[in-house]
């Protein structure tokens, strides 16, 4: 549950300033599209760190810095080898994730 609350924040968070910043007609500071970038990225490293021990899936030691540092990478590996053909639609729907502060800042950039 506590998780569900990180992860409403973090992206809430991001979709906000993002359709701030896109409704004003500017883009978002480095600085803060670098930190929305990586809570992200931390967030998805601790849910598939966790996700892994749930499922008794033997990680390597350096697993979660690999997730952290190359998640678009690895998170489809990953998801294909625990779940098979089903966990393509989660990685999906994580992508989409990933990519819904920078589609709310187009559309509200478009809708002003």
Same mark, same amino acid.
């Given at each position: 549950?506590?998780?569900?609350? &990180?992860? *409403?924040?973090? #992206?809430? #968070?991001? #979709?906000?300033? +993002?359709?701030?910043? !896109?409704? %004003? /007609? ?19 490293? +601790?849910? @598939?760190? %966790?996700?892994?021990?749930?499922? /008794? ?6 697993? /979660? ?7 678009? &990478? &690895?998170?489809?590996? +990953?998801?294909?080898?625990?779940? *098979?053909?089903? !966990?393509?639609?989660? @990685? $999906?729907?994580?992508? &989409? ?7 709310? !800042?187009? %559309? $509200?950039?478009?809708?002003?």
């Amino acid at each position: 549950m506590c998780m569900k609350i &990180v992860w *409403g924040l973090v #992206i809430g #968070i991001s #979709i906000l300033h +993002y359709a701030v910043m !896109g409704y %004003a /007609g500017d883009y978002p500071s480095r600085e803060a599209e670098n930190l929305m970038s990586w809570a992200f990225a931390l967030m998805l490293a +601790y849910w @598939c760190l %966790a996700d892994a021990k749930r499922r /008794g899936y033997h990680r390597p030691y350096e697993f /979660g810095a690999f997730l952290f540092f190359l998640w678009p &990478v &690895v998170l489809p590996a +990953y998801l294909l080898h625990t779940r *098979g053909w089903r !966990g393509l639609p989660l @990685c $999906a729907g994580l992508f &989409v994730l990933a990519l819904l502060p920078w589609l709310s !800042g187009v %559309a $509200a950039y478009y809708a002003y």
